[in-house]
């Protein structure tokens, strides 16, 4: 059993004070993952630390930088944040090991990402936990773009064949309104309810999540702190996507 694994940049960090980590979050969120033994890799989000660097560099994943100290300020901002997360697992016990998109991936001139994954495959076959998270990536002819940690979760979900992708948010998963909508399959059917996230965020908050999430062979899940145990308990909290 694979699962891939996001923890939204929106639970585990507080998104309205820049570099902040909801702590309390993140350690509650890393001791539910320690009780489960399966293969999982684990994507961060940007939170308060990737979006606000790339919004004041005016960096997207389609509008490119070739200012290097811009792409310096983004992926360090993100790797504080996976040290963090990668910290807070192992004082969970969980063998978490860093992976740094922008050390491995890249996107050709269409925008398309081409992410190698033989050392996630190699990590996750001897027990490790990789974890991964957004960041901005060498774009041909672009300079650099962000990648959200939801195009992560995609190519990831796919490369590795993975049995359960779940994505924790901060929201008990895709409302319509005060409701939570129970299953997606088609993206239309929900248009009318999707914007983009109430924080600064770079990546388009909810409606790129379902489009992205959509695409995918196996269904994903969006839910909040509360669905995680759930999640990796085989269950199915918050919505299900496709
Ligand atoms: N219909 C909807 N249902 C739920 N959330 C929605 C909806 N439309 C817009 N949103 C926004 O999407 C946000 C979740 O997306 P966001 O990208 O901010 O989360 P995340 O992936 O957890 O964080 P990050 O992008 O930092 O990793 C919600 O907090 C909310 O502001
Ligand atoms: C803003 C950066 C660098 C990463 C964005 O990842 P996301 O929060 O998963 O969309």
Known sequence: ??????????????????????WSVL???????AAYDTDIVIVHGGGSFGHHHAAAHGVSQ????????????????MKRLNTAVVDALSAAGVPAIPVHPLSIAHRSAEGELRLPTEQVRTLLADGFVPVLHG????????????????ELVCALAEALSADRVG???AVPGVLDGEHVIPEIDDFEDVAHALGGSDATDVTGGMAGKVRALLALETSAFVFDQNGLEPFLGGGQPGTRIG
């Open 1 to 22: 059993m694979t699962v891939v694994l996001k923890l939204g940049g929106s639970v585990i960090t507080d998104k309205d004070t820049p570099e902040t980590v909801d």
């Open 27 to 33: 350690d509650a969120v890393c001791s539910t993952i």
């Open 62 to 77: 389609t509008t490119g930088t070739r200012d290097d100290t811009a792409v310096r300020d983004v992926h360090r901002a």
């Open 135 to 150: 960041d901005v990536i060498a774009h041909e002819e672009t300079g650099a773009t962000v990648l959200s940690g939801d």
């Open 167 to 169: 994505l924790c948010s």
